[in-house]
């Protein structure tokens, strides 16, 4: 099995092919770091300074409305990047909470080290592209319209193709809330697919 480091190089060439030197300062902005399940890597109203990569293990980020119900907004499973960007991007408190659902094992990435290698590196800003088109505007795109158009058993059946690889790991509960539906509604839609 890969290490941390060796397992984030692979994932960062999938995006886009780094410079020696580019990889280099890429690295210079990370350190493995250890979650165990239940434990918060980011807690709403911090002010965040980094992101993370994760090796092993299976996050969440969620929001907390008035009378303290979570709301997930997002999971990620090995090889992706937890963080609250909008928050790192204007240096303000983070509105979401990411928790570890497994124990982690993840690459801190030192925001501000990360963002100075990214000005100055083509190629960075190149896998930074790609990246965000690929996670922030398709992904995020799609999930929007099926929120607002489909109906709960469109959406639980789009969840079960988009996250296959990991619906075995995560509780009813939080499926049902990524889903904006109670685990009870999600039990209904459930036996009615079969």
Same mark, same amino acid.
């Given at each position: ?5 060796a397992?984030?190089? %692979?994932v960062v ?15 210079? #902005?990370?350190?493995?770091? !250890? ?9 709403i109203?911090e002010?965040?300074?980094?992101? #993370?990569?994760?090796h ?12 303290g119900?979570e709301?997930?907004k ?6 992706r990047f937890p ?5 790192? *991007?204007?240096?303000?408190?983070? *509105?979401?909470?990411?928790e570890a ?5 993840l690459?801190?990435i030192?925001?501000? *080290?990360?963002?100075?290698?990214? &000005? ?13 088109e690929? !996670?922030?505007?398709?992904e ?7 929120? &607002?158009?489909?109906d709960?058993? %469109?959406r ?17 509960y !939080? ?5 904006g539906?109670?685990p ?11």
């Amino acid at each position: 099995m890969l290490d941390a480091i060796a397992h984030l190089t %692979q994932v960062v060439h999938r995006y886009s092919a780094l410079s020696k030197e580019s990889l280099g300062l890429y690295l210079d #902005a990370c350190k493995v770091k !250890h979650l165990k399940k239940g434990q918060l890597l980011y807690r709403i109203g911090e002010i965040p300074t980094s992101f #993370a990569f994760i090796h092993q293990g299976l996050m969440r980020s969620y929001v907390v409305d008035e009378r303290g119900n979570e709301f997930n907004k997002n999971f990620f499973a090995e090889g992706r990047f937890p963080g609250c960007m909008s928050a790192l *991007l204007q240096g303000t408190p983070t *509105l979401l909470a990411i928790e570890a659902l497994e124990d982690c094992v993840l690459i801190e990435i030192d925001f501000k *080290l990360f963002r100075s290698a990214l &000005l100055t590196k083509p190629d960075l800003m190149i896998y930074q592209i790609n990246y965000l088109e690929t !996670h922030w505007l398709l992904e995020k795109e799609q999930k929007e319209i099926e929120y &607002l158009q489909f109906d709960a058993k %469109q959406r639980y059946l789009a969840f079960l193709d988009t996250h296959k690889a990991i619906i075995s790991r995560l509780t009813q509960y !939080h499926i049902a809330s990524y889903l904006g539906i109670t685990p009870t509604q999600l039990s209904r839609v459930r036996k009615d697919l079969k």
